[in-house]
Every structure is written in C-alpha cells, then in structure tokens.
C-alpha cells in the first residue's frame, strides 16, 4: 500500500570531532550506536534499557562495526559487498551525516555514509516504533558513480551481539508441516536460515529468528527476536567466530542468484530487517510481534475476523451451485458468518475439474455454475452470510485459454523446455512483466466489478519459481528476477489495496507458504497450513505464534478421520485447537451429525464471545507441545486484565500420569477471576474450577490442580475479573 510518509526532519546532528552516541529508544529497549563524521559507525547496544554509562561500565558494549563491508574489513562478517566500474570490489564506508527525523509512527536515525574513495552511498536507518518496543533496520545504498556498481551481497541489516552463552530458535518446515520450530545452542560457525523458493518462501524456513541468552524460556530471560519483511528469497545468516567474540547476525534479501546492477544515479532500498527485545523471555518477543503486527503491520489488525466454513475438503474439485448452497444453508443455521468457494469453480473451455487445467481462466465454469458467481452471493444473501471466493492469479496452466494466448507471459527460459508443478502442468506468470501485472490486477478488479459483494477472497499460489528466467527482463538484468517478480508483485497488491482497501484477502500458498510479515499490509490473515489434524495444528500452531498473532492464523475444524492423517478425533477437542486462532470450518456441516451440530453452534456462538480476547488479546505460551508432555495449554488475556481464556488439552494418555499443577501467566495479581467453563461436552456436567472466583495473585504463584483423564480430551475457561 502506498504510504503517505509525513516527513518531519527533528534535527540534523551537527557532527563533532569526537566520536557521540546515537541513542535510538522505544518504550523497554535501547539501542545505541556512535561515531564522528568521516569515520564508520559502531554498533554499541542493543536491550532494556539501562543509563549509557552502566552499559560501558558493565561490559555490556559491543563496540563493533555497524555495517561491515568487504574488502577493508576481510576478516570480520559482510553486510555488503559491491563491485564498481572499476572491478573494484572494496567499499569503507564513513559517516557523512546523522538526521533524526518522524516517519509516521517510527522515530527515525538515518546515517548517511559514504565509501572513503568512490561517490557511493549507504544510508542506514533505525526507524523506532516507541510503544510497541520495536526497531525497524534497513539500507538505502546510492550510486553516485559514473558507470553501473554490480551489488553481490547488501544487507537490510547487521546485528553483533555479546556472549558466548546464546541460543537460536526458528522455523522450518514443508507442506501439512509448516512452522516447526527449532531451538539449539549456537555453537562455533555459521548457520543460515534462508530460502530459495522464488515465490513460496516460508515452507522451508521463516524469514524470522530468536536469539536468547541462555536456554530459551517463554517467561524470562533477555531474548531479541528478528523478522525481515521481504517477501522473496532472503537470507539470515548467524556467525559464531573466535576472532570477533561475537554472535553477527546479517539479515537480507538472499544474494544467491541475485547479483543486482545498480545503475548511476539509481538507489537501491533494501527490505526492514524488524527487531524487538524482551527481558520477558520468548513469550515477551512474542506479544511485542503481535502487538506490532495488529496495531501497525497488518491491514485490518485490530479489526475482528469471521467466522467461516472454506469448502476445499468438503468437497474439493466438485464445485456446483446445489452443494454451495446447502453448504451456506447449514454454515448460516449454526451461526456461521462467512462461505468461501475454494478452488474448481472457474474454466470455460477447460473445466477446472483437477489440478491440471485452467489456471488464468477466471470465468466462472456455466455447467458447474449456471447462475455464475452471482447465484451463489444471491445464496448467501438468503442465508444471510458473506461470500468470498478463491483465486490464485500469480498462475496459469498449458491447458489453458490464457496459456494459449500469452505462451510468452510464464517464467521460463527460452531455450529449454519450463518445468512444470501441480498436476504436470502449472506455470508461474512472469510478475516482472507489467502486462502481467495488470492481467493479475484484472483478475481481481474483473471479479469485483462484476460483484461487488464479495467480501473475500483466498489468495493461492502453488508453485515455485522452478525456471528462474524472464522473457520480459533484459538478458543483461537475469540476475533481477527474484527481486523484480516480488517488486511487481507489490506493485499489483498496492494497486489492489489502492482501490479494495475493504475486501478481505486470505495468503495461501499451499498452506502456509508465504507466512511473512511483508505480505500482511495487503493480506488480512494466513491459511496456516493443509494439515488441519487437530494435534499436528497445536504444533503447527505454536510454532506460528512466535511471530505472528492469533487473528492472522486461520485455524479450521475439518473432518473426523482427518483427510491428511487419518486420525479421528473428538469434534471438541478439534474446536478447541481451531479457537485459538481465527475459528473457521474446514467440511461438509451436513457430515456432522444432529448432535455434533449442536455442538458446533454452542462453540460458535462462545467464539463469538471471546473472540475479542483471542484475537487481540496477549498470548502466554503454557505447555509447549515439544516438551513431550501429555500436555498442551495456552492462554489469552486482555491487555486490561480483565477477561482470559485458558485452554488446556491432553494429547495422550500416559498411565498414572502425576497431578499437574497449572499456574497462570499474564493476569493482575489484584483481581479476583471467576471461572466459566467453555465448550463443555456435557453443558450439565461442568468442570471442577467452573464457577469459582480465585485472585490472580494464587493463580499466577500457588497456581490450581487441573487434570484431563481422556487421550484426546480438552478443557477450556473463561476468566473474568469480578
Ligand atoms: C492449496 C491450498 O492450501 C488449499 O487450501 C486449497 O485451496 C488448494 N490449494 C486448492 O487447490
């Protein structure tokens, strides 16, 4: 989305001869750099904040360059590494100006350098965003040289940290497992999390990472989190050398195949590396991420998400107007708030009847679709629910009318034949091309035009970038593809939001492949993953809210045996995984029987209650999954403290398993919280706390005495202070 930047220049440092400090501040943290025109800038501190002089005097400065360069600096970490005109490939950058200025919501320090020998420039700027304690880093690198500067590697950011006691925790995964997270000492060497895809490029691994000093723990200990805002290929890398004592963290676009020539006069700005820091453990990186995202990241953040039924496993390709409708009907009687046609809906002279055709023709398909995508919002009018619909335009497919007509708009090289996804068919569009860019755009402005009540739409894309060639950029600038495709990309969304800034668009990209911040200004939540078991989701879940907040985690209730394992489980404890996220349904509701529909509709109708908690409510990560417990819990809590929602669920059964003693996290210590039951199986046989009122101060020390007898069993809680 274009931003309207309201550019208020505070002050221009008058730069002295020696070297000052720049002390760059938000709500908890602190970060300070320093340095004196003419020479480079140090990188000091970064954590809660503490007196300047108690972070010299304690040892806790780094004192370490902010932005090492190749060729001057061989020995140490590059963020940048650059060939000029002159084959040239050093650059030693000295300050040349500080400016503090406003930039919307962030507290901006740009240093302005440049190299000591060639006119080019590297800016670096610290945007501070003071009430949600983050710190946005990123580069803008100027060519003021007379012939093109080839850029090889150029950071959004360095980050060296002190000690020798540190962890890494991030996220890896594959399809129906995304966002598995990971946590290991950081040993000597280099780790690299990045990523290669070209399009989906949060399957393997997020573009997010965790440093703790010491063991990671949820509740304390000093933890800086990091998250790049780039929706392409990037690369994070973590060096752990002898020769500088330090941890350095470099974080960007992935140079690999990448090599960008930066022509005279062009500037290059390079994506917001966000950081924040919490002495509250990982839990604390976490809620300052999702504070963030809510409040300044995500489009609609703060506003409250439906509730939907999506109609891919119910009924997958076999789309018709009968089984829309019944779908609406029965969603619509249990208290459901929004119906969402997924994939098969679309092809005129190629059905959209598997995964193999049709692609690019987005015209509904007149057998399956007689009265066309206006029958259906004419349906759910009836029904009194929202309509959304499901598109993946980035895409087409051989078998298909826009293949046939623009064989030249795909990535592909030209002299070798392209290779082929889904279905052995699929093609990814050339989003460098500005042709394609519209046909994109125009996919969505036709659909809209056409029917202006569509309220949503799920956004899809199912392929890689597998032939990493453009048609349409010079053969000279190939090296531009994995930047130019996301930079159009952009572009389309901008314009999309430009003038749909109301609809509702869900990323998808098999499930959760293009989880990443940098998509969330257009996007308005995630499809997490295909794997909607109940159990996989408490992993996959957790893993996705170490970033990212609960109303961006579209969580489905889908079919008992579940389609991707097989596993049968209760209808309840399938709830009460979904309603921690954004509840939606996943199925046929007439597959429910009349008992399991009243049930649905009860749990409905309490999402709808606590929906305010759990969707802007602070997280507090319980019983992790990974601790190969029996037991999973987690907990929602209002940023007043004044209403929480606990969730407890037993994932196997383990005999003679001891009595737990649950204590909560998040609450005022100076309310009393009286207990309400949610979902419970039998509305007549409610749990042991139901109605008791217990201060916060017993439940967050002593804590209460919670257990859950069945595999597969799940008790949740409401707590409002009285
Ligand atoms: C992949 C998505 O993740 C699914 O939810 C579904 O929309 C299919 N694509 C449809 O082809």
Known sequence: MKKIF??????????????????????????????????????????????????????????WGAYPTFGTHCTAEHAMLVTHPSGDN?????????????????????FVMKDKVFPFYVSILYKAIPDVDVIKVSTVITNKEKKAVTLNRFAS????????????????????????????????????????????????????????????????GFVVGGTLLWTGNYELSFLNESNSNYLEIVAGINPEASAYTLEPKESFTTPELVLTCSTEGKGGVSRNFHRWGRKYQIIGGTQERDILLNSWEGVYFRVNQEGMDQMMKEFSAIGGELFVMDDGWFGDKYPRDNGETSLGDWMVCKKKLPQGVEGLIESSKKFGIKFGIWIEPEMT??????????????????????????????????????????????????????NPDIYYMKWDANFSIANAASLYLPKKKQSHLYIEYHRGLIKTLERIRAKYPNLVIQLCASGGGRLNYAFFPYFNECWTSDNTDAIQRLFI?????????SNVMAAHVSASPNHQTKR??????????AMTGRLGMEMKPSDLTDKEKEFAKNAIATYKNIRPVIQQGDLYRLISPYEKKPYVSVMYVTPEKDRAVYFLYRTQYVRSYPAEVRVLKGLDPNKNYKFTELNPENPKK?????????????????????????????????????
Not at 441 to 449: E, Q, R, S
Not at 696 to 717: D, H, P, R, W
Request: proline content about 4%; some cysteine; charged content about 25%.
């Open 90 to 110: 050093s650059l030693e950058l000295a300050i040349e100006e500080v400016k503090q200025y406003k930039e919307n919501e962030a507290e901006v320090t740009e």
């Open 568 to 577: 049968v489980t209760p209808l309840k404890f399938r709830f009460d995984v």
């Open 157 to 220: 950011a360095y980050l060296p940290m002190k000690s020798n006691e540190l962890w890494l925790s991030y996220l890896v995964g594959g399809w129906g497992a995304e966002c598995q997270l990971v946590e290991e000492p950081i040993h000597r060497g280099r780790r690299v999390i990045g990523n290669h895809d070209g399009a989906r490029t949060s399957f393997v691994t997020n573009p997010s990472f965790m440093v703790s000093r010491g063991e990671p723990n949820e509740h304390c």
């Open 6 to 63: 309201s550019l208020l220049v505070l002050a221009i440092f008058a730069l002295a001869a020696h070297a000052e400090d720049y002390v760059i501040s938000t709500k908890n943290t602190t970060m300070v750099l320093s340095g004196k025109k003419g020479e480079r800038l140090n990188f000091v501190y970064y954590g809660p904040t503490i007196p300047v002089n108690e972070i010299r005097a304690t040892g806790n400065a780094v004192n």
């Open 686 to 722: 409610k749990g042991s706390l139901d109605g008791k009122v217990i201060s916060g101060k017993t439940l967050m020390t002593q804590g209460f005495y919670l257990n859950i007898e069945k595999e597969l069993g799940s008790a949740v809680y409401e707590l409002v202070a009285q």
């Open 541 to 549: 879940q957790w893993g996705v809210s170490q970033y990212y907040p």
């Open 397 to 450: 497919n051989s078998k298909s009318e826009l293949y046939e007509k623009h064989p030249d708009w795909i990535l592909r090289q030209e002299e070798r034949e392209p290779v082929m996804g889904r279905g052995g068919t699929q093609l990814m569009l050339d989003m460098t091309n500005p042709e394609v860019q519209d046909h994109v755009f125009k996919v969505v402005d036709d659909l809209m035009v056409a």
